[in-house]
């Protein structure tokens, strides 16, 4: 991991300020916090500053986040034969199951925003996955095998609607297919008004919700942006959906 984020920060600070990526950083989480509708659009990443702080800032954290919970949930064993992760961004999602399990496991990224595409090609290459990435608008899932797992992190909080329960219904299908399904969305409930009848439609599945706060040992350059930007984590927080 420590090769993949110097490479990261090769990567998004070679024509950008750690000030100016600071004060993406500002924005980008206001965005989270307050105007979730603009991530959904894609108003969000609708700068340089913005994907930096996006790619640098949130792509280790969620890294480090799913990591954890898929440790926490015994996820990891058997490894996937295929891991398909909806709403990939910057790819970290489906890369912390898959590093998690070995790194033997075939990884397929799907993603509205070209950059976010690029961006996930580009992570399998340097944390060595395999895998590829296409742009997509999850409105049909690929195939899912019994070996297979599907994530979806931080993903169903920016669709609307109809268009989340659609993506939910998929989910549940390759559940009852057999394949390991993980939601994660953010801890708090203003985002997920959703989440309680998503949970119970899991649950009688035969799946578990759980909410997780795990320490926060953020590397050297994450600390920095965290406390230059005003966000001080603690702790990382996630609460997620499973049936495994």
Known sequence: MGRWLASLEARHLADL?????????????????????????GIALDSKGKRAAFALFYGPLHLLTIADI????????????????????????????????????RLTGIDRHPWAVEETRWTYRELGLSGHARTGDL?????????????????LNELPGERRHTVEMHLLEAATNGARVLIVEPIAR????????????????????????????????????????????EELTARSLYIG
């Open 17 to 41: 300020r750690l000030a100016e990526v600071t004060r993406a950083l500002r924005a980008l989480s206001s965005a989270y916090v307050q105007r979730r509708q603009k991530l959904a659009s």
């Open 190 to 233: 203003t985002v997920t008004p959703w989440w309680d009848d998503a949970a119970a439609r899991i649950k009688a599945l035969g799946g578990r919700e759980d909410e997780w706060r795990f320490a926060a040992d953020l590397p050297p350059l994450q600390k920095l942006l965290d406390k230059s930007a005003g966000l001080r984590h």
């Open 70 to 105: 898929v440790r926490a949930l015994h996820a990891d064993t058997p490894p996937p034969s295929e891991i398909i992760d909806l709403g990939c961004g910057t790819g970290v999602a489906g890369a912390a199951w898959a590093l998690c399990a070995g790194g033997s496991s």
């Open 139 to 155: 409105k049909r899932l690929p195939s899912v095998r019994r070996s297979s797992a599907v994530i979806a992190a931080y993903t």
